[in-house]
């Protein structure tokens, strides 16, 4: 039989060289201890609060919900966290366990930089050294990110292998976890790679979806018909999903990067196009060819230009609790805008690509029901390769 | 007794690794042989892989090379035939597990054991999933090497017991490629494995010098070369056979 541990159905395990075993083990052994120590949660609850800026508003976005003339549409502002998104959760929580664990340095891997961002800053906060992993492609896509964490004490290594993108730097970062392991923690950035990973960073992050269900009881005395998202690994929407998962009324639906379409080569649908494998410590989908080679993917989001997602979503796919659905650069770049112009809210280009399914999907649905979309983060970032994409000129 | 088990008989065993196809299938096949020839006891043939997360820059580039020269594993495995026919010596696959994955596990194995290759290193495979490949290795009497690292000392007893073949010993923390030295406490891991078991022991990651392998020598029965040929053969090309048997010739445990 399968190693139980850390599966979510059939995917999940922990498939990572002999090295890195033990600290892996270490890893579970010390989160287990203190994620129910009453003096971890309020510390980590301080830096929610005092630190990141929760709980995030439940924004009900009134002229969108006019404009579409359907389901009343509510945004969950993940954007209006510290450092401009939803990951600044889940580094708060590693970072502070990796101190606890008496770690000093730690590293972690970026695609849009948003992660790499929020770890150094945690990093400066707890007085930990860092060193971040991106793709040489993600650095000129995202050269203000890069700044921001040389701004922020962090030492950011550009990726040259493979593909040049976020997988390249997950590879990387895990290479230089199993060189330098003692001093060091891999702060990794979704609900991937090997257990604990999946079960951490989830864990970190479903105070998302705890708000979102405090929030809308409180302002509409029901749940939400639907939950939109979009995934990458995925750690934003499982955020957002894990509350809800046992409210089988609410609909949980992810948004993949379908890139320049999803009949084309240029795309990153996991779930839609992916097939099983075995990569980055997990069993889960994966946009492979027939040998098991990894594909080179594509989106306009360096964030969700990924070929994998986390191992839950693969099993909420199987047991159809959840639907994943696949949105073009296309369609992005036109929510990003559309966001912008209709509510004033400029979103993540990630994000994005959940706007442009709520698009399609809220002028179907009755007057009453409600859609809540995780607006996981801000689109300042996004404004030069939007401007790009478009063929604007502008000088940064 | 099997080939790999054998290998070890009476002597130090030298392991040399190179990737499948690279640069080309052809070299790969010649490669084999002439190392056979040249004093190698077993050779190990590392399956192409698009994201070889344990591998050092040399390997990595190898890999690439074979994927753009057009490498697959049933290419391999035609390849591999053709070898089997020409040479007794033991002949082990290294493969992330993903291209097993998604061959197929069963098809692999039997793949595997029609042209005679004797055993399997998985780097992705800790003890903890071996479960992934148990049946079908065993069905197949493909023997799937065990692997322990300098991290591994208390898990050595659960690690080794059951250990087929010969012991993987990895020499430091890192990924593969050459290292000026070694620093490590791998003595002390080893004298854990004997205490455990009579399963033989191989060093690996970063030897590349003949005095570096015999240094090794002395505390396990063999010594696995891979990136110092595998930076022969980038810098030769088709042209290696001659350059990795000369300096295969150099070794000796």
């Known amino acids: 039989m399968h190693n139980k541990k850390g599966r979510f159905g059939e995917y999940g395990g922990q498939y990572v060289s002999e090295t890195l075993m033990k600290n892996l083990k270490e ?10 120590a009453p003096d971890f949660q309020a510390q980590l609850n301080g830096l929610m609060q005092n630190y990141a800026g929760r709980p995030s508003l439940l924004y009900f976005a009134e002229k969108m919900t006019a404009e579409l003339g359907g389901a009343k549409i ?3 502002r993940e954007d209006l966290n510290h450092t401009g998104s939803h990951k600044i959760n889940n580094v708060l929580g590693q970072v502070l366990l990796a101190k606890k664990m008496g770690k000093t340095r730690v590293i972690a891997e970026t695609g849009a930089g948003q992660h790499g961002v929020a770890t150094a800053t945690a990093a400066a906060l707890m007085g930990l050294e860092c060193e971040i992993f991106m793709g040489k492609e993600d650095t000129e896509r995202q050269a203000l990110n890069v700044f921001r964490m040389e701004l922020l004490g962090a030492k950011v290594h550009t990726v040259t292998s493979g593909t040049m993108t976020l997988k390249d730097a997950v590879n990387e970062t895990m290479r230089e976890w199993v060189t330098r392991i003692d001093d060091t923690h891999y702060v990794l950035g979704s609900v991937m790679g090997p257990h604990p990973f999946p079960t951490i960073v989830r864990d970190f992050q479903k105070v998302i979806g705890k708000e979102i269900k405090e929030q809308l009881l409180k302002v ?18 499982i955020g957002a999903f894990y509350e809800f998962i046992d409210d089988k009324e609410v609909r949980l639906i992810g948004c993949e ?14 779930i839609t196009n992916g097939t099983v494998g075995i990569f980055h410590g997990m069993k889960s989908y994966f946009c492979q060819d027939e040998y098991g080679q990894i594909a080179p993917v594509h989106s306009i989001s360096a964030g969700l230009d990924y070929p994998g997602i986390g191992p839950e979503h693969a099993h909420l796919s199987d047991i159809r609790r959840a639907e994943y659905v696949a949105v073009t650069d296309d369609e992005a770049v036109e929510a990003f805008e559309y966001l912008s112009r209709t509510e004033g809210i400029i979103p993540a280009i990630e994000s994005a690509h959940a706007v442009a399914y709520l698009k399609k ?12 979309v995780n607006l996981s983060g801000r689109g300042d970032k996004d404004v030069a390769a939007v401007a790009r994409f478009k063929g604007v000129k502008i000088d940064e | 007794m099997s080939r790999i088990s054998k290998a070890f008989e009476g002597k130090k ?6 990737t499948g196809g690279d640069p080309d299938i052809e070299t790969t096949e010649k490669l084999i042989i002439a190392m056979a020839n040249s004093g190698v006891d077993i050779i190990e043939i590392g399956i192409p892989f698009s994201d070889p997360a344990a591998e050092g820059i040399v390997i990595q580039k190898a890999s690439e090379r074979a994927l753009r020269g057009g490498c697959t594993v049933d290419k391999l495995f035609d390849a591999l035939k053709r070898v089997r026919e020409k040479t ?3 002949l082990l696959f290294m493969s992330y597990i993903n291209p097993i994955f998604v061959y197929g596990k069963e098809r692999f194995m039997k793949n595997c054991k029609e042209c005679g290759i004797d055993g399997i ?10 479960d992934e490949l148990l049946a079908e290795c065993q069905q197949h009497s493909i023997e799937q090497i065990a692997m322990v690292a300098p991290t591994s000392l208390e898990r050595v007893e659960m690690l080794v017991k059951d250990a087929k073949g010969f012991i993987y010993c990895v020499s430091s923390l890192g990924v593969t490629g050459v290292r000026s030295e070694i620093k490590t406490d791998i003595a002390e891991i080893i004298d854990r494995v004997k205490a455990v078991t009579d399963t033989p022991t191989a060093i690996g990651f970063g030897i590349s010098t003949p005095q570096q392998a015999k240094e090794m020598a002395n505390f396990a029965q063999g010594v696995i070369v891979g990136s110092a040929i595998v930076k022969i053969i980038e810098k030769h090309g088709r042209d290696c056979i001659e350059p990795v048997s000369r300096f295969i010739k150099e070794f000796s445990l």
């Open chain 1, 220 to 237: 509409e005395g029901r749940l939400p018909n639907a939950i939109i998202a979009c995934i990458g690994g995925g750690s934003n929407a």
């Open chain 2, 121 to 130: 290193i998985v780097p992705d495979l800790p003890f903890e999933e071996r």
């Open chain 1, 74 to 76: 509510y945004f969950k």
């Open chain 2, 13 to 18: 065993a030298l392991i040399a690794f190179i």
């Open chain 1, 361 to 372: 999907l809220a002028p179907t649905m009755a007057k009453n029901s409600i859609i809540v």
């Open chain 1, 27 to 36: 890893l579970e052994e010390a989160y287990l201890r203190f994620k129910e």
């Open chain 1, 257 to 270: 990067a379908a890139g320049q379409g999803v009949e084309t080569p240029k795309n990153a649908a996991t």
């Open chain 2, 88 to 90: 007794d010596i033991p």
